[in-house]
């Protein structure tokens, strides 16, 4: 036993500790005290480099500063020179005086601008512009004129015009930057701006000489905005610059166009001499820290003596053990201080008492060995008789330490088999067991603890179900060094709840089916008295609006509220007591009190053993929507019944065998066929039919009304009378019931208002030519030859009396058009005494060369009248005007005004005579036309237009006109207008919306 102590403390201290990656405390201060003196050195090295870099810097900058200075001064003559040159040469008397003197211009003002360039090789060009900005002298053109217009140098020119000051643009050309000036060019007499001198500045050319006289070690540059205009030397990365702004000035000191001038020096030449002074400095640096190592590191090894000594003892102790404590000599703790002394007494009064401790220790750890080795064998007797398994794993899982018995048992694993282990359990799982178990155990190593339940191969039915309960053993430090578990089996348990989860999935399954159900449903218990509801799903709470906490065991009779008197009741009664089922048509109420439609259906439920109906199901179906939707389709099919028989269109319609069913009212007056003739016809008959009607198909100048290229469509000319144009399309359907539908639409009206516009067009252009002609043919006779002054009076008379006669005719159009698309709404209507306005227009109407006055005859008491004025005027001058013209030979004109009725109206007749030509009864007919005119000849002067206007006039105020005319006799004219009691009995003739 003497030696258990110092054999227990070599076993236990014999590995000593890795220390290869740890640096010695000589190495650790001979380290520190390096850096502390690179660190000095190199801190007063910088800060004396940065100083001298900052002095190089500001040395750069003020070279910089000198050269751009005088290259600026430079820069800004040339500018100026140009400039200044330009607005001399535009406020020069020869230049102004060449704005007014198109014709001796050529021969001053060119040689001037071009002995203005020769002075100034900076100026590309100058031109002279007028107040348009079209060139009228320049520089470069040979020929008079000033060769083709640049539309840059027009706009410039014009804008410098209008602003009255001077204008300036930057443009590239043939790759050359150009400077446009336009100084404005005042004439003295006006003082005002009749044109422009503009001016192009070769920028390459002129910055070319400032710039060239930048050192070579410098580089330059000249911008505009964003734009580089000319430059010196390559652009580098790294450069320091300096920049001036850079102005034209204008001739009152103002400035213009800016520019910017930047002078460039390499950072590499403005800081080479700090190359230089960096190797200096490194030199420098290099020698002070090599001897600063030399005796950082012998004093430090000096210092550490005595304790490599220690380690040396210390050591030993390790290796051999306490049987021999080593002793250090006084002369090597001496070297190493008071400190050192101090730790070599305390390091061999520690290993003393270690020997004596060890002594003790070696008996107890015997002791405790043989108690726990007892304790062993009672806890495995235990462990084997439970039925749940318990096992110890090491942390990686690859070794088993501890297993009962009934852990093989429950895996179902032969003797031979280790198990719990990763590889076992491999085998034993799924892939999801597998996920679950490596979850668990790392839930476990966060938490300490985890259950999982796993899958092991069982019977034929199923697996088996164990519960693995974890559990993760750390050391003092916290570190985990063995896995712990428990295993039991749960297999009856999983399977129970299995079976239970899916009778309960069942049994929700099927109540989500019913409640998902539009309709409601419900079930009462007819054991009980009145049959009360003991379930209902949610569709009849949607349904009738009551919860089912408020219909549960009462009866259903509560939906019908008062309307007790149905017939479906007594139904569903006996079908109830007949025990059957049955389908009824009920009017039941909402919880809110709204009527709904009820399509119930019944059928009664069997007790399972003894085949008694217990209960009744009904199913509730809200079919207020399908009725209301019902009614409204008889009301649309109604309504488009009674569309299609007032329709002004024809309609016929077959079936799906191709015969006619049906067609409307309008079918039979377009076309004079009945439905008895045409209904069951096939598509071949119906069109053989229809045939006989049809005078022309597809007419020319019709193909404008056919329908879209999906419908089939023609133009159809109709027998007469009265003879009709229709337009036939026919449309495929895809029905139930209709193959297809003929529609015919009557377009006899618009066919004439076409043919009325295309004559009045053709009318028009004819009675617009024919003036146009004479004052052309006579304006190019005054152009091409020369005519005594009395001749050429007479053509300036018949030009003047062309133009006058073609602007009376535009007017008229133009009145009549405004008339026709106004409709009388910016009449000026007033109450109006007609028989004064007569005698006015009367007194006011002359015609030249006639001596013939109007007879006219106003009856007195006339009723008021409400119009416009003017208009009536208008309309009056004009009648008057035809009676003259057309009563050339001589002959009384006479106008009366007197009361007259229309229609049992009250009103005013205004007649006018005439015994002049007179006009036919064919002309008659027409004389309202435009354009149309009883003379053919051309004699009478008048445009065609008066009675279409007269007409347009006196229907808008409601009244009416006649004309009674016999050839030979005379011509009669009658306006009628309505009086003003009578306007108020009819606002729509009144208002001209008649």
Not at 10 to 15: I, P, V, W
Not at 426 to 439: E, I, N, S
Not at 543 to 571: I, K, M, N, W
Not at 775 to 801: K, P, V
């Amino acid at each position: 036993m003497d030696d258990a102590p110092s054999s227990l403390f070599s076993s236990t201290l014999a590995e000593p500790p890795d220390l290869s990656g740890t640096v010695s405390l000589g190495t650790r201060l001979s380290i520190g005290a390096r850096r502390l003196v690179t660190l000095v050195v190199l801190l007063i090295g910088g800060v004396s480099l940065a100083f001298i870099v900052w002095l190089l810097l500001q040395r750069a900058d003020a070279e910089l500063r000198s050269h751009g200075e005088e290259v600026r001064l430079k820069l800004s003559a040339a500018l100026d020179t140009a400039t200044l040159g330009l607005a001399d040469l535009s406020q020069r008397s020869l230049v102004r005086n060449a704005l007014v003197d198109p014709t001796g211009r050529d021969a001053y003002i060119r040689p001037t601008l071009v002995e203005h360039r020769r002075h100034h090789p900076a100026v590309a060009s100058v031109w002279l512009t007028d107040h348009l900005g079209r060139p009228l002298a320049s520089s470069t053109a040979v020929t008079p004129g000033a060769g083709k217009a640049d539309p840059d140098i027009q706009e410039l020119a014009t804008r410098s015009v209008v602003a009255g000051q001077l204008q300036q643009q930057l443009r590239q050309r043939d790759g050359r930057w150009r400077l446009i000036l336009a100084y404005p060019v005042f004439f003295g007499a006006t003082a005002s701006a009749e044109g422009a001198l503009v001016g192009e500045l070769d920028l390459a050319q002129l910055l070319k000489e400032p710039l060239s006289t930048i050192p070579s070690d410098y580089r330059g540059e000249v911008r505009s905005g964003g734009q580089i205009l000319s430059s010196t030397g390559k652009r580098l990365s790294s450069e320091l610059s300096v920049s001036w702004p850079v102005q034209l000035r204008t001739r009152d000191n103002g400035t213009s166009h800016a520019f910017t001038l930047q002078v460039f020096e390499t950072t590499l030449h403005a800081l080479q001499p700090v190359l230089w002074v960096g190797l200096v400095y490194g030199l420098l640096t290099a020698i002070v820290l090599r001897v600063a190592r030399r005796w950082v590191e012998r004093y430090a090894s000096a210092a550490i003596e005595p304790l490599q000594a220690l380690k040396k003892a210390a050591r030993r102790v390790t290796r051999d053990g306490l049987d021999e404590i080593p002793q250090l000599s006084a002369d090597q703790l001496r070297r190493g201080g008071a400190e050192v002394h101090s730790l070599a007494h305390s390091f061999q009064t520690m290993l003393t008492r270690l020997q004596a401790a060890h002594s003790g220790l070696e008996q107890t750890v015997a002791h405790r060995t043989e108690e726990l080795a007892h304790a062993k064998e009672r806890l495995d007797s235990i462990l084997a008789s439970l039925h749940d398994g318990v096992y110890s794993l090491s942390i990686d899982r690859q070794t088993l330490l501890f297993a009962s018995p009934p852990v093989h048992a429950l895996l179902g694993l032969p003797p031979g088999r280790t198990p719990m282990v990763e590889a076992t359990m491999q085998t034993l799982l799924d892939h999801h067991g597998r996920q679950a178990l490596d979850g668990a155990i790392a839930h476990a190593m966060k938490a300490g603890s985890a259950a999982v339940r796993l899958a092991v191969p069982g019977d034929d039915r199923g697996p088996r179900w164990l519960l693995n309960r974890l559990n993760i053993v750390r050391d003092p430090e916290g570190k985990p060094v063995r896995l712990d578990g428990t295993l039991s089996d749960i297999t009856g348990m999983v399977r129970a709840e299995a079976w239970r989860e899916q009778a309960t999935a069942e049994l929700r399954l099927r109540d989500r089916a019913i409640d998902a159900s539009t309709n409601g449903i419900v079930l009462v218990d007819v054991r009980k008295p009145h049959a009360p509801l003991a379930f209902v799903n949610e569709g009849f709470e949607r349904v009738t609006g009551y919860r089912r906490d408020e219909v549960l065991g009462r009866s259903c009779s509560f939906l019908q509220g008062d309307d007790r008197d149905q017939p479906g009741l007594a139904v569903l009664r006996d079908a109830i007591a007949n025990h059957t089922p049955c389908r009824v048509l009920l009017r039941n109420y909402r919880k809110d009190g709204r009527r709904f439609d009820n399509d119930l259906s019944i059928a009664p439920v069997h007790h399972e053993r003894t085949g008694e109906v217990t209960h009744y199901i009904g199913v509730i179906s809200d079919i207020t929507e399908q009725r209301a939707a019902e009614a409204q389709l008889r009301d649309q099919f109604a309504r488009l019944d009674t569309i299609f028989a007032l329709s002004p269109d024809g309609f016929v319609s077959f079936d799906k065998a191709g015969r006619v069913v049906s067609c409307n009212p309008s079918f039979e007056r377009l076309t004079g066929l009945t439905v008895d003739e045409v209904t069951g016809l096939d598509v071949h008959d119906f069109d053989a039919r229809l045939a006989q009607c049809i005078e022309q198909r597809n007419p020319p100048g019709m193909a404008h009304w056919s329908a879209g290229p999906e419908d089939e469509s023609e133009v159809l000319v109709l027998r007469g009378p009265p003879q009709r144009v229709l337009v036939c399309t026919t449309r495929q359907c895809t029905a139930q019931n209709v193959s297809r539908v003929l529609h015919l639409r009557d377009i006899t009206r618009e066919t004439e208002v076409d043919r009325m516009k295309s004559e009045f067009l053709s009318t028009a252009a004819h009675e617009l030519r024919t003036p146009m002609a004479s004052i052309r043919g006579f304006s190019d006779l005054l152009l091409m030859r020369r005519f005594d002054e009395e001749r050429t009076r007479d053509l300036l008379q018949t030009i003047n009396r062309q133009s006058v006669w073609l602007t009376n005719m535009i007017n008229e159009l133009l009145d009549l058009a405004r008339i026709e698309a106004r409709k009388g709404k910016d009449f000026q209507r007033a109450s109006t005494d007609v028989g004064e306005l007569m005698q006015h227009i009367v007194a006011s109407h002359m015609v030249p060369g006639d001596e013939r006055r109007v007879a006219l005859q106003v009856d007195t008491a006339l009723p008021s009248a409400l119009v416009d004025a003017a208009k009536l005027q208008h309309a009056v001058t004009n009648v008057l005007s035809n009676a003259y013209k057309y009563s050339p030979e001589g002959g009384d004109i006479a106008m009366s005004v007197s009361r007259a009725e229309r229609a049992g109206r009250p009103g005013i007749a205004i007649v006018v005579r005439d015994q002049g030509i007179g006009m036919t009864p064919e002309h008659t007919q027409r004389a309202f036309e435009r354009f149309f005119r009883a003379d053919a000849s051309g004699n009478i002067p008048g445009t065609g237009l008066g009675l279409a206007l007269v007409k347009e006039i006196v229907e808008l105020h409601g009244g009416q006109v006649e004309l009674d005319s016999e050839r030979g006799v005379g011509t009669t004219v009658t306006l009628w207008l309505p009086a003003e009691t009578s306007v108020a009995a009819a606002p729509a003739v009144a208002d001209g919306t008649t």
